[in-house]
């Protein structure tokens, strides 16, 4: 997987943990919301500078942000059709206690 997808998966895991927003981690570092967005994308180049940014923002180590077990669960996603998604689990519709009402 090209290294920076890699670290975009890894990079949005950590931010969905730590329950911040792209917006609050843009804000940590000092950058723009679409600048992490495009990190998390996969689209971005960063530099040593971002990463330390990224890491300390979100109170991480560097090397989390390189491990690949998140990459293939991003690859899982991408095997999907275009526009298919995980069905959520249907909520079970509950009886009426009234028998009238059956």
Do not use: Y
Request: net charge positive; aromatic share 2%.
């Amino acid at each position: 997987m090209d290294i920076r997808r890699l670290f975009g998966a890894n990079l949005r895991r950590a931010r969905l943990e730590a329950k911040l927003s792209q917006e609050a981690v843009a804000l940590l570092m000092g950058v723009d919301r679409a600048h992490v967005s495009s990190m998390e994308l996969g689209k971005q180049n960063v530099t040593l500078l971002t990463l330390w940014a990224v890491c300390d923002g979100l109170k991480i180590s560097p090397a989390s942000l390189f491990d690949e077990t998140v990459a293939a669960i991003a690859e899982q996603r991408e095997s999907l059709p275009s526009g298919a998604r995980v069905a959520a689990p249907q909520k079970r519709r509950r009886r009426s206690r009234n028998p009238s009402d059956r």
